[in-house]
């Protein structure tokens, strides 16, 4: 029981994860730039003086953090999406994480080309990119958590 909790929380977050992502994905050109500008405000006031935000600096950083914005949250899919299949395809590794890659990938390029039906946006073959190495990313951390758990539990280190 306690087994398919776990397993239906896992298919959960990633379904919620995957919604997030297509919430971002829906809004249009001018929302999706109001939204990034709020959020790198609100960071940058925590770094700099109020008199240092200005418009220009907000636009100067407006670029890299939404390409940290698309790894970082495609880096969470990877993660959950790791722990979904290792939960699902328990003791194959072999199938399970490139299984959570395709998925992720996969993913990424529906995404890209949903965004194409958002006013002023489109697809991006760089996005598709920046989102898989994300993904790949969050399958390593999965990794790395998964094993020194696992680890720190048997004090000896397993096979995956």
Known sequence: MKNKVILICSWICVALTMLMIFCFSSEDAEKSSETSSEVIEGVLDIVLPKDEITPEVVKKY????RKAAHFGIY?????CLANAFQFSIKKK???SYPCSLASGIVYSIT???HQGFSK?????????????SGVLVG???FLAVFYLYNYMKSKKPINL
């Open 62 to 65: 407006q670029f890299p953090f």
């Open 120 to 132: 002023g946006r489109g697809p991006s073959a760089r996005d598709v990119l920046i989102d898989s």
């Open 93 to 95: 590794w072999y199938i």
């Open 139 to 141: 399958i390593l951390i």
């Open 111 to 113: 995404d890209e080309w």
């Open 75 to 79: 880096m969470l899919l990877g993660f």
